[in-house]
């Protein structure tokens, strides 16, 4: 059973920086599987912020991201990480982290596997 571990959330003042990172067990890790990060706010519906492929490709999501955020993996660590840069009180959720159960899956198909979150809060 594959099983993701989120750490790296905390609190932090609008403008700084938090560094997430999804720890991946469970199956042999490699760059076959694509692997993504959503987030979701109270009362709000979970929103796909940005996902990377076997190939290191980016496949974007939020548009409130972009510029901001940058997803990257360490295959050797079985970790994937999201740099989050210039936060912002809005980008307050819980972050989570997903995988497929297929290697070289295609963006349309579903995610498998999901974190427990950690929580992302940025005060004004």
């Known amino acids: 059973q594959v099983q993701l571990v989120e750490s790296g959330g905390g609190l932090v003042q609008a403008g700084g920086s938090l560094r997430l990172s999804c720890a991946a067990s469970g199956r042999t890790f490699s760059n076959s599987y694509p692997m993504g990060w959503f987030r979701q706010a109270p009362g709000k519906e979970r929103e796909f912020i940005v996902a990377?492929?076997?190939?290191?490709?980016?496949?974007d999501g939020a548009d409130s991201v972009k510029g901001r955020f940058t997803i990257s993996r360490d295959d050797a660590k079985n970790t994937v990480f999201l740099q989050m840069n210039s936060l912002k009180p809005e980008d307050t959720a819980i972050y989570y982290c997903a995988t497929k159960r297929l290697p070289y899956a295609l963006p349309s198909e579903p995610y498998d596997y999901w974190g427990q979150g950690t929580q992302v809060t940025v005060s004004s």
């Open positions: 990377i492929n076997w190939d290191g490709d980016r496949i």
